[in-house]
C-alpha cells in the first residue's frame, strides 16, 4: 500500500500522507477494496461495535474524572467509591446520563458483540482464511468480559463485592500457587482497598489494549476480505462493491435502530438490565443470592453447575477446579473452532443439518445464562412476562427432578458437544445443499440439465476465488 | 426479511428480554402487589404536594432512625413549595437545613454543632454505624438509594410499611411483616394516629402516609427523573427522525450503486 | 464523495437525503460532545461554594477578621475613623495602582479584601490586633514584604497591584454576603 502514489491532491493532505501513509490505507479500504455486495444487516453489527467500544472509553474516561477507588467510610457508613458514583449521579452536570449511558452501554455492548459473533457462526465467518480473525475476535471476548467484571466491581456496592469475592477466590482452584495468586490479585488476603485500587488501574488500562486487538482484527480482516451470506468466494467484479458509499450509508442507518433502542432504554429502564442490590454500598458479606451481570451468566453457570469431587485413581479433582477448568474451556473451545469445523462448506444457509445443530447452541446459550440465574438446588423455571414455567419439582423425599444443576450439566454437554462433536462429525458427514457458483450467478435448479453440470462444478470447488 | 427470520429474530429478543429478567425474577418476590404511582411509565413525574407530605413523613416518623446521607438540602429547593413574595425555593430549603444540627469540629478542635446549610447532607441522628448498631443490635440503612436497591421499588417499600400485622406473634427482637416474615425493623406506626396532621389538610391514613414516603423516598433515589423521562422523548424523535432519513438516504444511495455496478462492476477483487 | 450521480434519478433528493444524514448525525455527535464537557464544569456541590456570608457582629472598630469560603481567604476590617482619614489623603498619592478609597469601600466603615497577595499569592497580615501592618499602617506580605495602606493599596514592595476587592454586598447591617454582588 505505501509503495502506491498518494490519491489525495490538497496539499496538506498529499504531504502528510507521503510522510505517514495511513490516510490513503484508509482511502484504499473504503473506496477500492472489494467487500461482497450481498452482505446483509447481520454485518452491521461489527461496526455497531466499533462504535460502542469508543463511546464506552469516552464515557468511561468523564466518569474518571470524578470516581474515587477508596472503601474509606464516612459517618453514615457509606464508601468512597460508592459516595463517588452517587455524586456522579447527583452533582455533576449531567452525570445521571454519563453513568446510565455507560452501564447501559455495556450491555448493548456485548448484545452487539453476542450478535456479531453468532453471525460468524452461523455463516462459517470463522474458517480458513479467516482463523486469525476469529481468534482476535475471541480475545476481544475475553477482554471484555474482565473489563466488565472490573468495571462492575468498582460501584463497590453488595454485588460488586460479591463478584471481587467469587472470581479472585476462582483462582485458588490452581494447584500449588493458588493461595499466593490470590495474594497477589487482592493485595492482601481480604477484598479491600488495595484490591479496589487495582481494579480501577486495570478497568482504566485493558481497553486501550481491547482496542489494539481490535485494530489488528480489522487489519486482517481487511488483508483476508469480509466473508459473506452465501459462504462462495469473491470470484470477480461482478461480485463486489466499494465500502463507500454502499455500507457507509447502511452502517449509518444500522448505527442509527441500534441507538434508538439504547437511549431509550437509557431514559426509561436504565437499571432494567441491572441488579438492585448493587444500589447499597456493601458491608463486606455476600448476599443470599450471588448474580454476575447477564452477558456473564452462561459461563457462570458453567463455572457453578460442579458442585462435586472427581476421584481419579487417587487423583483429587474438586468441584471448584472442575467449574474453574470447565469455565476455561467453555472460552478456550471456541479457539479451537476453525479446526473443530471439518466442512468445506461455509454458510449454514447451505447446511440443513448444521442450522439445527446451531439453534440448538443459541437455545443451549440462553438456558445457561437461565442457570446461571437460578439457585442450583431449586427446580428449574422458565421466567415469562405471564409467570414462571416450571421445569422440575421436588419430590416427597426431597429430591429434586429437573434441577437447575441437573439442566444445567445437560446444556453444558450440549455447549462442548456443539464444538467437539457436532463441529466435525457433521462437516464429515452433511449432505450439503448446493452451492451457487458466485455471489452474483443466482442458484441454478437442480431440475435443470445443463444447469446441474454447470452446479455441480461450482459445487465441487465453491471456496476457492476465481484463477 | 424474510419470515423465517423475522420469527427467529423475534424469538431472540424475547429469549433476551427472559433472560435480562431472569435475574429479577428468580429470587423470592414475596407478596408485593404493584401500585400505580405518578412517577412510573414512560411519562412519569412527581406530584410535588405529595413529594412535600413524603418529607414530612421522612421527618416525622424515619429520620429518628435512618439516614438520607446522599441527599443534600440544595436538592429541595425543587419540590415546588408553595412561595411568599420575592422567596425562591432555595430560601425554603434553606430554611429547611438550617433547622438540623449537622456534627463538626469547632476551632477548638471540639464536637459541636452547627445549622445546616444548603450544600450539607441530612444529618443522621443516630450519628455513626457504631453508635446506630449499639444501640439496636442492626443499624438501620440510608434510605437514599433504598428504591432502587430492592426489586419491587416503591412497590416494595409500599408493601413493607403496609405490612405490618402486630397481633402476628415474634421472638424477642424481631417483628413480623408480610414481605420479611422475620424484620428487624420494628413497626413504623403508631397505633393511635389520631392526632396526626399533614399541615395542608390531607387526610393521613396509613396507606396515605405510606403512600407518600414511598413516593418521597423514590425521589431521594432518582431526583431526576423528570428530567431523563423528557431528555428520552427529545433524543428517542430525534433518532427516529434520523433513523427515517438515513433509511431513506441509504436506498437512494444503494439504488444508485446498484445501478452502477449492473454497468461496470465493482472493485476488482485483491489477491 | 467521488461518486459521479450520473444513473440517479433524482441526484437533488440524493444530495438533500446524504447532507441531512449527515447533518444531523453530526448535530447529534456534538449534543453529546456538549453534554460530556458539561460534565466537568463545577458540579452541584460546588457550584455556588464560593459565596458566604459573614456576620458582622462583634467586630469592634480597629479590628477584623478571617473568613473562608473553600480556598479563598478574605479579611472583614472594622476600620478606625483615623485609618479612614490616612486612606482617603492618599488617594492622590503616587502609587503603583491608584484608586480612590472610596472606589474600593461600599460603607467607608468596613474593608472588604481579598486576603491574597497579587505578586506571588501569599496572605498578607494584618487584618486582626497584633499582626503587622508595615509601614503604611495597612496589610503587610511576609514572602516578599510588600506594604499596603489602610485602603489595601499597595504603596512599597514588589505586588504590581492592589489587594483585590471581591464581590460582595450588605444583605443587612450586620451581615455581608460575599462572593457575589446583590
Redesign the interface.
Known sequence: MAGSRSPFTNPLLKGFDERLPILRAVHYSM?????P?NLN?WWNFGSISGIMLLVMI??GL?LA??YKPSVQ??????NQAF?SV??IM?????????R?IHSVGASFFF?AVIFHMFRSLYYGSYKAPRELLWILGCIILILMMAIAFLGYSLVW??MSFAAAEVITQVFTAIPVLGDDILMLLRGGEDVDDALLNRFFALHFLLPFILAGVVILHILTLQTV?SNNPLGVD?????????F???YT??D??GL??F??IY??V???A????A???????TDYNLPS?I?PE?YL?PFYAILKVFTWDLNIFGLVITGKQLGALAMGGSLGVLFLLPWLDTSPVRSARFRPLYRLAF?GF?LTC?IL??VG???SGEAFF????FG?IPLGFEAENGFVWGSTQQWGVLFMLYYFGFFIVLMPVLGLFERTRTLPASISEPVLPSSQGGGAVAAAAAAAKPMT??D | ?RFGTLI?TLS?AA?????????????EAGPVDSQSWTFTG?LGHYDERQLQRGLYIYQTRCQACH?L??V?FS?LADLGWELLEGQTGEDVAKAIASNYEI?YINDDGENDTRPGVLND?FP?AL???KRATATYGK?P??L???A????G?ADYIYALLTGYDDAHEQPEGAYYNKVMPVIAMPNPWPADMSDFEYPDGTVPTLEQQSRDVTAFLNWA?D??LE???K???V??LY??A??II??F??RI??AQ?HSR?EAE??????? | ???TPNDVANPDRRNFL?LS?MTM?GIGAAAGGV??I????P???VAGGGVIEVSLEGISEGSGIIATAGRKKYSIRRRTAEEIAAAVADDASPMRDPQPDADRVKRPEWLVLRLQCPHLGCPPQGTAAGEKRGEYGGYFCPCHNSQFDTSGRIRKGPSPANLPVPKYFFASDDMIVIGKEA
Open positions: 473506496t477500492k477494496h472489494a467487500y455486495k444487516y469516552v464515557t468523564f474524572m470524578h467510610e464516612d459517618t453514615y457508613g457509606i459516595r452517587e455524586h447527583r452533582d455533576v452536570k449531567g452525570g445521571m446520563f454519563l446510565y448484545i456496592g453488595v476480505g469473491i470470484k470477480s467484479k461482478k461480485d463486489t462493491v466499494s463507500h458509499p454502499y450509508f447502511k449509518i442507518f442509527s435502530v441507538f434508538t437511549l431509550a437509557v431514559a426509561w436504565p437499571e432494567r438490565l441488579e438492585a442490590i448493587n444500589n447499597q454500598p443470592h448474580v447477564w451468566l439453534w443459541v440462553v445464562a437461565l440465574a437460578q439457585t422458565i421466567p415469562t412476562p414462571r476465488k476465481a | 426479511m427467529k431472540a429469549a433476551f428480554m427472559a433472560v435480562a429478567a431472569a435475574p429479577a425474577q428468580a429470587e414512560p439516614s446521607g446522599l443534600r436538592s456534627p447532607t443522621w450519628g455513626n454505624p443499624a440503612p440510608d437514599s438509594t433504598m432502587r436497591s430492592r426489586i421499588g433515589a431526583p431526576y428530567a431523563r423521562h431528555w428520552g422523548i433524543v428517542v433518532m427516529l434520523l433513523t438515513s433509511f438516504a441509504y444511495v444503494a450503486v455496478l462492476g465493482g472493485p476488482e477483487p485483491d489477491h | 464523495m467521488a461518486d446524504v444524514t448525525a453534554g460530556l458539561r460534565t466537568m464544569t458540579t452541584r456541590d
